[in-house]
C-alpha cells in the first residue's frame, strides 16, 4: 500500500496526508525537484532516449528519489518516472496520448484542461500541464522533430508531422487570442489505413453497397467523396483507390501526405506551400501519362479548376471534397465557376460537372461515433435551373427492438442510369441490378 505522505514518526495519525489534494500537490512538488535537479547531474553526451541512456536517467532519477522523505509504491515510482522523463525529453502529458492508438483527437484548453476522443466520444482526463510554459516546450519538441521552428510570437501555429510515431495535425491558437491559456487542437491519422473488412465490420457500409462501389471503379467512373471534416473521407478514398488494378499507373496528389496505396505503380505528389497549388500539380501530373488521379481533400474552386484539367480525355479520377451533402457540393462548384467569371451558360457548367464527376458517395461522422456512408448519388447534369442527383443508396433507419434502432445505408429503388456503363466495360453487374426487376 503506498503510504505517499511525508513521513513523520511523530505524528503517524495526521490524517492530512491522506487528502487527495494534498497528496497530488506533495507529489507535485516532488516531481517538480527532481526534474530540476536531474538534467545537471547527467552526462551531457548521454542520449536519454537510447536503452543505455534511459537506464542512466533511470538510476540517477532513484538516486534523487531516495533523498526524499517521500515512500511511493513501485506503480507510483514508475509512473512518475515516466512523466519525469516526458516532460524533460518527451511530450509531457501528450507523451501517453499520442502513443495510445486508441485515441483518435486530443485537445489542450489551457495548461489543466486536456481531451481526448476515443471511438468518437470525448473526454476529459486527468493530467494535466504545469503551465503555458510547459505546453510551449512541448510544442516546441514537436516543431524541432520535423525540423522547423516554432515562432513563439505567432498568433497561430499548424505542422504536419507524417512520420512521428503515426501521423498528426496539430493546430495552435495562443493566448491573448485563447482567453484561457494556450489552446491545442491534435488530429491523429492512422497509422495503416482501415480496411474494407473493417468499415463491413464497423457497419459503415453493407456489402452489397462495397460490391456496387468497387464495379464503379473498375469501370473508371469519376467519383467524388464527401462530408464534413474528419467524417472519413480520407479513408474511404484509400479504400475506392484499392480497387484500382494492380496494372495501372496511379498519381495521388494531396495538400499533406495522407494516401497510402498498396499497388506497385504508385506517384505519390504534395503541394508545397503557396508555390504549387493542387490544380498546377494536377495539370504537370498528367505528361506522366497516369491511368488514374487520386485527389485528397480539395475546395470548391480547386475541384472545379481540377476538373477543367481532367475533362480533355482523362476519366476514373478519385477526389475527396468538403461538402454538408451532395447538393451542398455542387452548390459550391456552381459558386466557384460564378466566382472565376466562367463564359459559360450554367447549364454548360452543370455539363461539365457532370462529365466529370458521375457519382458523389457521401460520408458521415454520426452522433453515435460511427462513421458511415451515408449517400451515393448518382450525377446526371442538369438544365438553367436544376441539377440532376439521384440517389441510389440512403442510409435508413430500422427498428432493431423497442430501445435501440440500427441505421444501415439501403437501395432507395432507382436504377442508375450508369449500370450499362459498368456492363459495356466488362465489369460484372453487381448482384443488387441482377435481380428481376
Given at each position: 500500500?503506498?503510504?505517499?505522505?511525508?513521513?513523520?514518526?511523530?505524528?503517524?495519525?495526521?490524517?492530512?496526508?491522506?487528502?487527495?489534494?494534498?497528496?497530488?500537490?506533495?507529489?507535485?512538488?516532488?516531481?517538480?525537484?527532481?526534474?530540476?535537479?536531474?538534467?545537471?547531474?547527467?552526462?551531457?553526451?548521454?542520449?536519454?532516449?537510447?536503452?543505455?541512456?534511459?537506464?542512466?536517467?533511470?538510476?540517477?532519477?532513484?538516486?534523487?528519489?531516495?533523498?526524499?522523505?517521500?515512500?511511493?509504491?513501485?506503480?507510483?515510482?514508475?509512473?512518475?518516472?515516466?512523466?519525469?522523463?516526458?516532460?524533460?525529453?518527451?511530450?509531457?502529458?501528450?507523451?501517453?496520448?499520442?502513443?495510445?492508438?486508441?485515441?483518435?483527437?486530443?485537445?489542450?484548453?489551457?495548461?489543466?484542461?486536456?481531451?481526448?476522443?476515443?471511438?468518437?466520444?470525448?473526454?476529459?482526463?486527468?493530467?494535466?500541464?504545469?503551465?503555458?510554459?510547459?505546453?510551449?516546450?512541448?510544442?516546441?519538441?514537436?516543431?524541432?522533430?520535423?525540423?522547423?521552428?516554432?515562432?513563439?510570437?505567432?498568433?497561430?501555429?499548424?505542422?504536419?508531422?507524417?512520420?512521428?510515431?503515426?501521423?498528426?495535425?496539430?493546430?495552435?491558437?495562443?493566448?491573448?487570442?485563447?482567453?484561457?491559456?494556450?489552446?491545442?487542437?491534435?488530429?491523429?491519422?492512422?497509422?495503416?489505413?482501415?480496411?474494407?473488412?473493417?468499415?463491413?465490420?464497423?457497419?459503415?457500409?453493407?456489402?452489397?453497397?462495397?460490391?456496387?462501389?468497387?464495379?464503379?471503379?473498375?469501370?473508371?467512373?469519376?467519383?467524388?467523396?464527401?462530408?464534413?471534416?474528419?467524417?472519413?473521407?480520407?479513408?474511404?478514398?484509400?479504400?475506392?483507390?484499392?480497387?484500382?488494378?494492380?496494372?495501372?499507373?496511379?498519381?495521388?496528389?494531396?495538400?499533406?501526405?495522407?494516401?497510402?496505396?498498396?499497388q506497385d505503380q504508385v506517384m505519390s505528389l504534395r503541394t508545397w506551400r503557396d508555390e504549387v497549388t493542387l490544380p498546377e500539380?494536377?495539370?504537370?501530373?498528367?505528361?506522366?501519362?497516369p491511368d488514374r488521379l487520386v485527389i485528397g481533400d480539395v475546395n470548391a474552386g480547386e475541384a472545379l479548376s481540377i476538373v477543367?484539367?481532367?475533362?480533355?480525355?482523362?476519366?476514373?479520377?478519385?477526389?475527396?471534397?468538403?461538402?454538408?451533402?451532395?447538393?451542398?457540393?455542387?452548390?459550391?462548384?456552381?459558386?466557384?465557376?460564378?466566382?472565376?467569371?466562367?463564359?459559360?451558360?450554367?447549364?454548360?457548367?452543370?455539363?461539365?460537372?457532370?462529365?466529370?464527376?458521375?457519382?458523389?458517395?457521401?460520408?458521415?461522422?454520426?452522433?453515435?461515433?460511427?462513421?458511415?456512408?451515408?449517400?451515393?448519388?448518382?450525377?446526371?447534369?442538369?438544365?438553367?435551373?436544376?441539377?440532376?442527383?439521384?440517389?441510389?443508396?440512403?442510409?435508413?433507419?430500422?427498428?432493431?427492438?423497442?430501445?435501440?434502432?440500427?441505421?444501415?445505408?439501403?437501395?432507395?429503388?432507382?436504377?442508375?442510369?450508369?449500370?450499362?456503363?459498368?456492363?459495356?466495360?466488362?465489369?460484372?453487374?453487381?448482384?443488387?441490378?441482377?435481380?428481376?426487376?
Amino acid at each position: 500500500m503506498s503510504l505517499l505522505r511525508r513521513i513523520d514518526p511523530n505524528n503517524k495519525n495526521d490524517q492530512s496526508a491522506s487528502n487527495p489534494d494534498t497528496k497530488k500537490r506533495a507529489v507535485d512538488d516532488l516531481k517538480g525537484r527532481i526534474q530540476a535537479r536531474l538534467p545537471s547531474m547527467l552526462d551531457p553526451t548521454l542520449d536519454p532516449t537510447s536503452a543505455a541512456g534511459r537506464a542512466s536517467v533511470e538510476d540517477t532519477f532513484h538516486q534523487l528519489l531516495s533523498e526524499e522523505s517521500i515512500v511511493l509504491s513501485r506503480a507510483e515510482k514508475t509512473r512518475l518516472f515516466e512523466q519525469v522523463a516526458a516532460n524533460l525529453w518527451g511530450l509531457g502529458p501528450l507523451e501517453p496520448l499520442f502513443q495510445d492508438d486508441n485515441i483518435t483527437e486530443i485537445y489542450v484548453n489551457g495548461a489543466n484542461n486536456i481531451y481526448v476522443v476515443r471511438k468518437g466520444r470525448r473526454t476529459k482526463i486527468d493530467s494535466t500541464f504545469e503551465d503555458d510554459d510547459h505546453i510551449k516546450r512541448v510544442l516546441r519538441r514537436l516543431w524541432e522533430m520535423v525540423g522547423q521552428r516554432l515562432d513563439d510570437q505567432a498568433l497561430f501555429a499548424e505542422a504536419y508531422l507524417p512520420y512521428l510515431r503515426g501521423r498528426f495535425q496539430i493546430n495552435v491558437i495562443m493566448p491573448p487570442l485563447a482567453t484561457k491559456g494556450i489552446a491545442v487542437a491534435v488530429w491523429k491519422f492512422t497509422r495503416e489505413f482501415l480496411s474494407l473488412e473493417d468499415l463491413l465490420r464497423f457497419g459503415s457500409l453493407t456489402a452489397e453497397l462495397a460490391e456496387v462501389l468497387r464495379a464503379c471503379v473498375l469501370a473508371r467512373f469519376g467519383i467524388l467523396v464527401t462530408g464534413e471534416r474528419y467524417a472519413g473521407k480520407t479513408t474511404l478514398l484509400n479504400i475506392l483507390a484499392s480497387f484500382i488494378p494492380d496494372d495501372e499507373r496511379i498519381v495521388t496528389l494531396e495538400k499533406r501526405t495522407e494516401l497510402l496505396l498498396g499497388q506497385d505503380q504508385v506517384m505519390s505528389l504534395r503541394t508545397w506551400r503557396d508555390e504549387v497549388t493542387l490544380p498546377e500539380l494536377v495539370t504537370k501530373s498528367l505528361r506522366f501519362s497516369p491511368d488514374r488521379l487520386v485527389i485528397g481533400d480539395v475546395n470548391a474552386g480547386e475541384a472545379l479548376s481540377i476538373v477543367d484539367a481532367i475533362n480533355f480525355g482523362h476519366d476514373g479520377v478519385l477526389m475527396a471534397m468538403n461538402a454538408q451533402d451532395p447538393q451542398d457540393a455542387i452548390a459550391q462548384l456552381e459558386q466557384a465557376a460564378g466566382t472565376a467569371g466562367k463564359p459559360q451558360s450554367i447549364s454548360a457548367i452543370h455539363e461539365e460537372i457532370a462529365s466529370a464527376i458521375n457519382l458523389i458517395i457521401h460520408v458521415e461522422h454520426l452522433r453515435d461515433g460511427s462513421r458511415k456512408i451515408t449517400r451515393l448519388t448518382e450525377v446526371c447534369g442538369g438544365d438553367e435551373t436544376s441539377f440532376g442527383l439521384f440517389d441510389i443508396f440512403k442510409l435508413d433507419e430500422i427498428s432493431a427492438g423497442a430501445s435501440k434502432a440500427t441505421r444501415l445505408i439501403r437501395p432507395t429503388g432507382i436504377k442508375p442510369a450508369f449500370i450499362t456503363r459498368i456492363t459495356d466495360a466488362g465489369i460484372p453487374l453487381p448482384a443488387i441490378w441482377q435481380k428481376p426487376e
